[in-house]
């Protein structure tokens, strides 16, 4: 994996045609077809590279919006991607592996728990990298919730290794985890629709060393073609992952039924949680608002005792701990 700076450097790079590859997935969803692995690294580079004009931009990405990402486009558009991520390393002396929390959903009708889920675990002594976008209309983001907690967005990797030595939750936006991506994000607000990388994002991994990555889905349809990925065309190396279908998009437990969690490592898939039909017990107490400062008050009571944590949650977080001191201990940790 490379930094960031390294992609970026290449925008001056030559321009490269991408007609070839927008007739083969530009023909409709039926008549499309997918890209190698190898052309979808080559495309998805100069994309992330500047390389490519707007209107071929624009194209792709409703091409592939409308086509759907194949096993071997996401493996190729994500190897892509690791040359414009910022390498980050993991706390050599802790007994946990990095928990990597993707947070680009956010909250519309409940309260976004995902700073819950982060804070229960950096009090465990697991380092914890939530990445999101800084704000999204309409929606209460991870960040604006840690700002009101007064946990302010991480911005170099050497602040991220200063906040994890400190035992503290580390936020870092994707314009700082990788512009790049981000600007590829910020083509939903002009075409007004997602592009596969708000898939991508979610599947990051940033750390040099193996970490436990929470994944979401919102679309069934995602499941198999996560799970595929997941289990024959990710890197051996990266290391192992919770699939689950989340809370409004977010990779945290709801305070509602339960949701299924899937473990995958070393390319096998265990069930750790089965979806729950009915509730197991009492409702869980949730936020009165969904507002960050409602939020984040309501998530402070939580971590003072004041409220109880949610049981799904709380279950939640005993699995990451389990796995990510297994993953730790796997390398000799």
């Known amino acids: 994996m490379m930094n960031h700076t390294t992609g970026m450097n290449a925008v001056a790079a030559q321009p490269l045609s991408a007609a070839r590859w927008i007739k083969e997935i530009g023909r409709g969803k039926d008549g499309a077809r997918n890209m190698t692995r ?3 690294t080559t495309l998805y580079a100069a994309m992330l590279a500047g390389r490519v004009s707007q209107l071929e931009l624009g194209a792709i990405l409703l091409s592939m919006r409308i086509k759907g990402e194949s096993v071997d486009e996401v493996a190729g558009f994500l190897a892509a991607a690791a040359d414009f991520l910022l390498d980050l390393s993991a706390p050599v002396e802790s007994e946990f592996a990095p928990v990597v929390i993707p947070s680009y959903n956010g909250a519309r009708k409940k309260a976004n728990l995902t700073p819950l889920l982060a804070l229960l675990l950096a009090q465990a002594g697991v380092p914890v990298l939530v ?4 704000d999204d209309p309409g929606r209460v983001t991870s960040a604006e919730i840690f700002a009101a907690l007064g946990i302010t967005a991480a911005q170099s990797a050497e602040h991220v290794s200063l906040q ?25 607000r002009i075409l007004g629709v997602r592009n596969s990388a708000h898939t ?7 750390f040099t060393t193996p970490v436990l990555r929470l994944n979401s889905y919102t679309h069934p349809e995602y499941l198999n073609m996560l799970s595929e990925y997941l289990l024959h065309a990710a890197p051996a190396d990266a290391g192992e992952v919770f699939l689950m279908r989340g809370t409004e998009g977010e990779a945290v437990a709801s305070t509602g039924r339960a949701q299924r969690i899937d473990w995958i490592h070393q390319g096998q898939r265990e069930v750790l949680l089965e979806t729950e039909e ?30 109880p944590v949610p049981t799904n949650i709380a279950r939640q977080v005993a699995l990451c ?4 001191r297994r993953i730790k201990q796997g390398q000799g940790g």
């Not at 991508?200 to 940033?206: D, E, G, N, T």
């Not at 197991?280 to 960050?292: H, M, T």
Request: aromatic share 2%; charged share 10%.
């Open 38 to 40: 190898v052309d979808a």
């Open 131 to 134: 990445h999101g976008v800084a």
């Open 164 to 188: 994890m030595a400190a035992q503290q939750p580390v936020f870092m936006t994707i314009q700082t985890l990788s512009p790049a991506l981000a600007n590829q994000l910020s083509m939903r």
């Open 200 to 206: 991508l994002v979610k599947l990051l991994q940033p």
């Open 278 to 307: 009915l509730l197991s017990g009492p409702a869980a107490a949730v936020p009165a608002a969904i507002d960050a400062a409602s939020t984040a008050a309501w998530i402070s009571e939580v971590l003072c005792g004041q409220q």
């Open 321 to 324: 701990i389990d796995v990510a």
